[in-house]
């Protein structure tokens, strides 16, 4: 059974795992308005992966024989300027995230929880990966620019992208 004060961080780290689902499902559907498939694309397979990353945590939680219990999730915005706009904030949220993660971690080591630490370790490589994925892209369309041939270029770049859950996920 987790402690009292892992659970609760637990349960609130899920419900920020689902707002960035919903967050990266908003980014999809505008970009799906703006013809944007590829960047739709991405958006989708983000949503997705988000959504493994609560799962994560939601059978880490049962496992330990203690309680998942769901709140609200903010509503995410809906309207972004531009492409650069929309992965911008992409990297500004995932940045964030890491910052959550980083303090479960230092929450998980001060309440000596070794098997909390340990599964955050996941996340915590997992948050570097995000980053630089994100960042990525950001480089790449201030490189080729956010006009016709360029953006064309990226968007068909982003519709390959496809979801793989993690291994030890599968099945
Ligand atoms: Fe669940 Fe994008 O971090």
Redesign the pocket.
Known sequence: MLKKKIETALNKQINA?LY?AYLYLSMASWAESKGLDGVANWFRI?YQ??QS?AMRLYGYVNERGSRVKLTAIDAPPTDWKSPLAVFKETLKH?QK?TGLINKLVDLARSESDHATDNMLQW?VS??VE?EATADGIVCRIELVGEKGEGLFMIDRELATRVFTPPADQEG
């Open positions: 795992e960035s983000q992966e988000e990353h995932e995230v996340f997992e948050q995000e």
